[in-house]
């Protein structure tokens, strides 16, 4: 399709010049979350090498357990703010109700920082007697008392990233979310353990770069805000009613993704809970183009759904869910196909959780092929479905891991995650296209898979003709000219072309959107 054509249907259809903005305006966001997120997850990715190479499998396991119980607590302690600050911030933007808006953004952020300086209190007294009496591992007191000390800086930082996305600008997000703060982090551990300090010094390292992001994203906010005269008015109510059901159902979601860390830790040693962190750190990175994307639907869900664009809601739903899979699959693949050299990049010790990482990438395929349904209940109102999804979904994974770990170690607990993932994903489907009348796939998708096999069949031909190094190099570079070159073939969709021509050098963002 030509500029001129582009140009002309854009002209005489304006509810198509909106879809088309849209577009434009999530990709342009998303493509800068997707800068910052790919640095962000190398950087926990050399942290977990770092921690690897020099301190040994253990140590990996106790920073683990450590960072899930800040990502469990920190959930805690936002309360479902996060999501409702980027909701109500976009809705409130959409009404012109600068006071409500003032007024959203202070008791957000005023609750989630309270509730987490009480939750980081209680888990720094309470560090000695879940390390002997729960854990049966005292070496996990340092970690635990320092994501206390970390978990207001944290939940600060979250909530107030999540107020600025509702501007529908991803700059704030990624500049200091997904860039500043991981390279921080990475940093500060690296110069830790250059100089002998161990885990107490990452941990340290990861309590400065929290506390920093923190004030970086304050600032951020502010500069967003600018001067609002209007007296901040306050609709508890709404906000409380949406992010309470929004608090259990993001709540739950954090637990099936470390609920399995952390019932491994009560199971197994730390050294194979560090093998098992290893594996979902790859496959983690191969996927990492969900939560950028997300990040740059999420306003814009919310913001559609309130002003009834219908079709245009339904177009970037399409969209956001074929990015997510085109951009997962080759890392994904990469995963399945040379996982044993990925692996070895850790230690030779860490070639035994190949069949983990299998069975998490297949997991998280899965996950990627059915797009933000999740988030699409959530964000046009509708937390109660996602409350009962994501429960159901933390109910099931217990369980399977307290059957599973037993018998089969960590390869059960990959299981266990990979079958609660995929079931809760079905389920969200069916209820977005029951209740919104919207379905997250089209052609685009087969056209994904087909050229994702083939470069699955070259990557393990790679991997079954080479070793070591090699393998890797080479097999990465099979499975990505392959799977590009086929895409390429096989053609790409009238969104996908605008979106390439846009971002080419000089052509103007779309109006009334901020990257």
Known sequence: ??????????????????????????????????????????????ITVLLARVLGRAQVGLYAQGFAFLSLLGLLSLSGFRAGLTRFVAVHLADDDPAALRGTVRLGLGLSA???????????????????????????????????????????????????QGYRTMKPYAYVGLLFEPGLRISL?????????????????????????????????????GRITEHPRYEPRELFGFSAVSWLASLASTGLIWADTIILGVYRSSAEVGVYQVATRLVMLAAFVMVPVNAAFAPRIADL??????????????????????????????????????????????????????????????????????????????PVLSLVDNVGALVINVVLNLMLIPHFGITGSAYAWAISLTLVNVVRVVQVGFVLDMYPFDFGEAKAFVAGGIALL??????????????????????????????????????????????????AAPAGDRP
């Open 1 to 46: 399709m030509t500029d001129a054509t582009d140009d002309l249907q854009l002209a005489d259809d304006p509810e198509a010049d909106e879809g088309a903005r849209e577009v434009l305006g999530m990709a342009r966001g998303g493509a800068l979350n997707l800068v910052g997120a790919l640095f962000s997850q190398i950087a926990f990715f050399l």
């Open 189 to 225: 551990t690296a110069l830790a353990l250059w100089t002998n300090h161990g885990l107490r010094g990452a941990m340290i390292a990861l309590t400065v770069s929290n506390y920093a992001g923190a004030l970086a994203a304050a600032v951020a906010l502010r500069r967003l805000m």
């Open 305 to 382: 759904h309130r002003r009834a664009r219908t079709d245009n809601l339904r177009r970037t739903y399409a969209a956001a869910t074929g990015w997510i899979l085109r951009l997962s699959l080759p890392g994904t693949i990469a995963c399945i196909a040379l996982r044993h050299q990925l692996l070895e990049l850790f230690g030779r010790r860490f070639v035994a959780g190949a069949t983990v990482t299998l069975v998490l990438a297949l997991g998280k395929l899965v996950d990627s092929a059915t797009g933000p349904c999740g988030l699409m209940l959530n964000m046009s109102g509708r």
């Open 458 to 507: 070259a990557g393990l031909v790679v991997a079954h003709k080479t070793h070591g190094l090699v393998a890797l190099a080479v097999g990465g570079l099979a499975v990505g000219l392959m799977y590009i070159g086929v895409l390429s073939l096989l053609g790409i969709g009238a969104d996908d072309q605008l979106v390439l021509q846009s971002l080419r050098p000089g052509r």
């Open 114 to 164: 309270g509730g987490a300086a009480v939750l980081g209190a209680a888990l720094w007294l309470a560090a000695p007697w879940l390390s002997h009496h729960f854990f049966s591992d005292p070496h996990l007191v340092t970690p635990f008392r320092y994501v206390g000390a970390t978990l207001p800086a944290s939940v600060f930082a979250d909530a107030a990233l999540s107020a600025t």
